[in-house]
């Protein structure tokens, strides 16, 4: 099944994506930092994540260097969402497959997903 | 000799005033009022303030509004910098730790999260929701307690905004270092916003209410005058001198003119050419005495065209920065903040001629006209003090009659000088007097004389000799049988 990462510490947003991307078939995990995610990925392999920028503990641009930092996670696309921070995440391309700038429709973000990992399939499809 | 505390400037207008110097670095403040009272402009104000500075200020949310939302909203306010955002002014939401690992959750994440982003300012917005959560009030007690230390700790300040009212008796009041509401007051169909420093340890704040209001600056808080200028902001330095009146004929009946930073109250009803004798006062007066007209009826333009019809061309003196109009409508006028304005304009120009027109405009302006008596005169020490010669009026009730009724009935005895115009009636004729009633410490010249206005400007000509009930303003020649 594919498995999307969503990180964001306001729940509104976070819960929001979830069911919107649970809806299209993908198995959501949600972390409310950056450092949760990391936890995650210790033991969970995602297609994709989906990151807001500010967060306590880790923001989404520190998440992001840590993960590139490992070569395993180098093909990992990372998409951000962020309000007035997206200039500053621009800055980084090699660490963000996309940036969106908050609000952003959620058909936009799914057509998005889409094109980098593909639609949602199903457990025993493999992948 | 007593330590003195270290203050931050809150970049809220009047607030650092109001507080006695600015929020204590370190301390912990309630914010409270009810939803719409101004509480999250007030912080991010602050915040984006100390961020412009260059400190870091962190602001925590425990509510499920989205932080998008308050971003839309703020940014139509003049300190909103979206470049502070995720730099140096970082938002977060700690909603999702408190539902999983409740208060104590919270709190590990501010201890860990203040020294992260090296925040000497914590915001947490949503304090009513931490109440709501915790399952006892000893719980939220521990909550600020553990906060606090944390703050303390890092000589962090830390303003917790809340929408519900702790009362005075409540662990949560007892324990922090101050609190601040805000809340809006109905006076008829007017609501008033106003801002109230309920506790402030260590400092002296300002007591009372304090009128604010949110405009694109965010929101401008205007101490109560009477509070802030309890004394004059500078010694109070009498001199002898005199200054020209504007009307040469005047001049010699007041003993050589008026004194140099004395008040003197024009009174006269509706049409005895109050505003026009003014003008005559700030058009002639000499170059070492910036002007200034500061009205409530006519705009600047209608104030020239009327100087014009006496007269006088003002556009030099505007020109070269000797005169200045400031204008307001007096339509919904907060009291401290015409009086801010007016010595803040005494001050930038070193205005030392005040034509005030008039008391009215103040008293239309006050909701509490219980505090007239007070805030006109910390305003009037405060323009002696600076030496201004100021000329006001003030209308009494009446258009014609003997009786002349000023509001508030203190005002005469609060001003130096009263001078007095009033329709008089001779051979069926309506003509205007002027009465001197009082110049303080001096001798004056007490007979009416007549007040005309004329192209030329305002003339003071003898009154007809024998002139009997001037004073009830139906003065008749003595020599006429009455």
Known sequence: ?127 | MPRSLRRLTSGVEGLDSILGGGLVEGSTYIVQGHPGSGKTILANQVAFHRAAGGDSALYVTLLAESHERLFQFLSTMDFYDPAQVGSRLNYVSAFQTMQEEGLDGVVRLLRREIPRQKASLLILDGLLNAREKAATTLDVKTFIAALQGHVAFASCTALLLTSSNFDDGSGEYTMVDGVLELREEAFGARAVRCLRVRKSRGSAALTGTHQCEITSRGMVTYPRLEALLAQPSVPDQPSEARTTSGVETLDRLLGGGLPVGSITLLTGPSGTGKTSYGLQFLAQSPPDEPALHFGFYETPARLERKAQALGMDLSPLLNAGRLHILWQAPTANLLDGLGQRLLETVRRHGVKRLFLDSFAGFTRAAVDPNRLTEFFTALINELRARGVTVLATCEPYSLHGPQVTLSPPEIGSMVDNLLLVRFAERNAQFLRQLLIIKVRDSAFDPLPREFIITRQGIQLAEAPSGAVKALAGMAVSGDLPL
Not at chain 1, 40 to 68: C, S, W, Y
Not at chain 1, 69 to 79: A, V
Not at chain 1, 102 to 123: M, T, Y
């Open chain 1, 1 to 127: 099944m594919t498995t999307i990462l969503v990180v964001d510490d306001e729940f509104l947003i976070a819960d929001l994506l979830a069911t919107e991307l649970e809806d299209q078939g993908y198995r959501v995990l949600q972390a409310h930092h950056g450092k949760k995610a990391l936890e995650i990925l210790a033991h969970e392999r995602p297609a994709l994540i989906v990151t807001d920028f500010m967060m306590p503990l880790m923001n989404g641009l520190e998440m992001a260097q840590a993960i590139k930092s490992q070569p395993q996670y180098r093909d990992l696309p990372i998409i951000l969402l962020s309000g007035a921070q997206g200039a500053i995440a621009r800055r980084y391309p090699e660490l963000f497959a996309a940036v969106y700038d908050k609000p952003i429709e959620l058909w936009r973000l799914s057509q998005a997903i889409r094109a980098l990992i593909g639609p949602a399939r199903l457990a025993g499809e493999g992948g």
